[in-house]
């Protein structure tokens, strides 16, 4: 993961505008960068003890109510995540996302169920497309495609496509 400001990869990832008053217009015009700076503010409170876990909770509980996502304080991002339509989005407990990941509406990534443990790695700069789901201790590598409401149980390959099969196939 990238080190340095994820905010400021976030901000450059989720819109053109540049500096305190493009940040300011970024946040109005673009849910996805609310949603970004949001969760990142939620994790970092999650870490500080148990005046901080009730400050994200209120922070998760906005996220929820406002844009309509579940995501869980402890899913770690690296730097300029992309949340074009953030609608709908389900980030699990231990999901890890690389740097330059992007997220469309209603992708899933979470536990295959609860009685089995682990949840997606998503490497650098993968595209995840509207409805697609990635369940369980699985890995995304670098620069994958997942397709629009692809299942994802298994790894996908660095630079491969994960899609939907057609009926026939």
């Not at 946040?27 to 009730?54: C, D, E, S, Y």
């Not at 909770?57 to 992309?82: D, E, M, N, Q």
């Not at 209603?106 to 682990?118: E, I, V, Y």
């Not at 629009?148 to 057609?166: E, F, I, L, Q």
Request: with cysteine; aromatic share 8%; charged share 15%.
């Amino acid at each position: 993961m990238r080190t340095g400001s994820g905010w400021h990869a976030d901000l450059m990832a989720n819109s053109e505008a540049r500096g305190v008053n493009g940040a300011i217009y970024a946040w109005i015009k673009n849910p996805g960068f609310a949603v970004v700076t949001l969760a990142r503010a939620m994790q970092r409170w999650h870490a500080r003890g148990t005046f901080g876990k009730i400050v994200a909770g209120v922070i998760w509980w906005h996220i929820v109510r406002r844009y309509g996502c579940h995501i869980s304080p402890t899913a770690r991002f690296g730097a300029a995540l992309r949340l074009p339509h953030p609608v709908g989005i389900v980030i699990g407990d231990g999901v890890v996302l690389g740097d330059d990941v992007t997220l469309y509406q209603h992708a899933t990534l979470g536990r295959r169920n609860a009685s089995l443990p682990g949840y997606p790695h998503v490497r650098n700069g993968v595209t995840i497309y509207a409805g697609a789901v990635l369940a369980g201790a699985i890995t995304i590598g670098e620069a994958a495609v997942i397709g629009a409401n692809a299942v994802v149980v298994h790894d996908v390959a660095p630079g491969a496509t994960a899609r939907v099969r057609p009926a026939d196939a």
